[in-house]
């Protein structure tokens, strides 16, 4: 069974950074993308950054420049460094592991973590 567990979530002012961390724990033998996604209130679960083994990356436009995502491959963690962080930006953010094979020959599957709670007061 592979888990992932997310912390680094809290309260931060408007301007301010907060660090996510993400640890895939498990047999594991590869995973090809991690990502975080986030939701909000009453609104949608939403892509906020994916970063894939061979080092690519995606944002959503409204992170571009102030987040920045990591992960170090040979430990299955994945990081979210979140800078000038805005009340918009409040959320709970879920770290996301796609394509993970437990072995070799596995069929890929996707994990979620539980979330992580972030707020960002005006």
């Known amino acids: 069974q592979v888990r992932l567990m997310e912390s680094g979530g809290g309260l931060v002012q408007a301007g301010g950074s907060l660090g996510l961390s993400c640890s895939a724990s498990g047999s594991i033998f590869s995973i090809d993308t991690m990502g975080w996604y986030r939701q909000a209130p009453g609104k949608q679960r939403e892509l906020v950054a994916t970063?894939?083994?061979?080092?690519?990356?995606t944002y959503a436009d409204s992170v571009k420049g102030r987040f920045t995502i990591s992960r170090d491959n040979a430990k299955n963690t994945a990081t979210l460094q979140m800078n000038s962080l805005k009340p918009e930006d409040t959320a709970v953010y879920y770290c996301a592991a796609f394509r993970v094979r437990r072995f070799r020959n596995d069929n890929p599957t996707d994990y979620w973590g539980q979330g992580t709670q972030v707020t960002v007061s005006s």
């Open positions: 970063l894939t083994s061979g080092g690519s990356t």
